[in-house]
């Protein structure tokens, strides 16, 4: 029997994301598509998937997830170059991450999430001694994850290589690395990550308009400006589900990256902070699982496990901070309720490999 505590903090926030959804696409909907349900209608199927794919994930063996995490990792860079062909990936507002499959759209960079750390778990239960006593065993996924940042940047794609680079690097430093290796390679990482903010200048305005959003509000700092005003309308108790007035063209694409500020906004601070606690409780949750599965001593389960909280915590923590101003604008889905196909069904097959991992140390008697 499945982890129903995971089961109903995760369905929780389904429905939160289908409701605020279907709040916050009605009017692009209608006028985009004519219809007014048109992103909800899309959304059930993202999720009837989802859901039938989860079930399936859930019932293969994890030792399948082990041994073929290489696997994963090369169709994740397949993928991650076959959106780059001119031709076959689809380009939107400048970016080109999105691969065309008939009527759906397939977004690489969240499959290359999950890839990671299936191959990253796998691998440091293989290279252990190696991982935790040598450059060689540390440098060798570093080289890995040089690989998919660079088709990640090509893209460009700022917010999904921050989120994987922090979760490997999160990931090998709870596997044991020596803390002075850890060091040395991080502070290249930060580095290089800062010379790429600097080196784009759409970034650096993304930066400064982050800094002070008020000097530029209909330009630069207009996303930001508008986000805080959704926070602001919201009070305590919000305006009422329906009721938003900042997804009314004020907001861009409310439905997607910024779906946060209008919850905030329709439900108040009370529904925004429900929404926080429900993070914390699944993320909580997911480490737990992770931390049974290391005294069980499933190390690969309990990496994976780790993997999946870093991501969900990393990817919620950016989200929520740029639609309140806390960091600079990025494009970033939050987990489970921001409008996206791709950014739903793996976040589902991340919590399924997740039941599946609790499910196998508790039949070992590994529960603590």
Known sequence: MPDTTLLALTLALILVGLVAISSASIEYAQINYDSTWFHTYRHLIYMAIAAVGSVAIYRIPLKFWEDSGWIWLFVALGLLILVLIPGIGREVNGSQRWLPIGPFTLQPSEFAKMAMIIYLAGYMVRREHQVRNEWQGFLKPMAVLFAATLLLMVEPDFGATVIVVGSAFGMLFLAGVKLGHFMVVL???????????????????RLTAYTDPWADPYDTGFQLTQSLIAFGRGEWFGVGLGNSVQKLFYLPEAHTDFVFSIWAEETGFVGALAVILLYTALIGRILWVGRSAQLAAYAFGAYVCYGVALVFSGQAFVNMGVSSGLLPTKGLTLPFVSYGGTSLIVCCAMLALVLRIDQHVRCRGGRV
């Open 187 to 205: 502070a290249g990482a930060l580095g290089a990550l800062l010379v790429l903010v600097v080196s784009a200048p759409y970034r650096m305005k």
